[in-house]
T-cell receptor, first 116, second 113 residues
Framework: GAVVSQHPSWVICKSGTSVKIECRSL??????MFWYRQFPKQSLMLMAT?????????EQGVEKDKFLINHASLTLSTLTVTSAHPEDSSFYIC????????????FGDGTRLSIL | GENVEQHPSTLSVQEGDSAVIKCTYS??????FPWYKQELGKRPQLIID?????GEKKDQRIAVTLNKTAKHFSLHITETQPEDSAVYFC????????????FGKGTKLTVNP
């Protein structure tokens, strides 16, 4: 149980393109999902907390107009990197939990984004 | 806010030896501490977790200990195998798994055959 699917797994696109990444909880409902960014050989840095039916909560230093998050249902959250530039190239990972009292977070497979 | 320190950053052991990774946290309100294993290019996978009402938890070759007074927790892997080689991350959450996690910087474990 607690499977999280993330799509696409790899994206290569030109500078200025907007890229949408989907995160789905396949066998459970997730009121809260999290989006992380991971640079090579570094730790996971939380970008934002995605709340179903309300606005996402962004961490300090993360541009909310650059990284648009939509959590329209209990099983789907999307992250859109708008007008992506080479410095946005990174590994983006989502996670979700059951959210019922101390449940662990389960991660998607991640999306490797490369902006040319 | 919470700050998690993790040591060592790299650890190399011989197959069959034990490996210990240590983490400290700053927020005394944190009460949930998971450990994740991440292989290159793959998702972090939860390997064990502990809550603040428990001092130790074991699952086969993996164990985690928690010292709330000192605000540190450790991962112990016994009888290491080459497939244990990966990057291990500790994390802390102020109010449990449904809240955000603050991760340590990771430990790259290499088990030499």
């Amino acid at each position: 149980g607690a499977v999280v699917s993330q799509h696409p797994s790899w994206v290569i696109c030109k500078s200025g393109t907007s890229v949408k990444i989907e995160c789905r909880s396949l066998d459970f409902q997730a009121t809260t999902m999290f989006w992380y960014r991971q640079f090579p050989k570094q730790s996971l840095m939380l970008m934002a907390t995605s709340n179903e039916g309300s606005k996402a909560t962004y961490e300090q230093g993360v541009e909310k107009d650059k990284f648009l998050i939509n959590h329209a249902s209990l099983t789907l959250s999307t992250l859109t990197v708008t007008s992506a530039h080479p410095e946005d190239s990174s590994f983006y990972i989502c996670s979700a939990s059951l959210g019922i009292g101390n449940q662990p977070q389960h991660f998607g497979d991640g999306t490797r984004l490369s902006i040319l | 806010g919470e700050n998690v320190e993790q040591h060592p950053s790299t650890l190399s052991v011989q197959e069959g030896d034990s490996a210990v990774i240590k983490c400290t946290y700053s927020d005394s309100a944190s009460n949930y501490f998971p450990w994740y294993k991440q292989e290159l290019g793959k998702r972090p996978q939860l390997i064990i977790d502990i809550r603040s009402n428990v001092g130790e938890k074991k699952d086969q070759r993996i164990a985690v200990t928690l010292n709330k007074t000192a605000k540190h927790f450790s991962l112990h892997i016994t009888e290491t195998q080459p497939e244990d080689s990966a990057v291990y991350f500790c994390a802390a959450s102020p109010t449990g798994g449904s809240e955000k996690l603050v991760f340590g910087k990771g430990t790259k474990l290499t088990v030499n055959p």
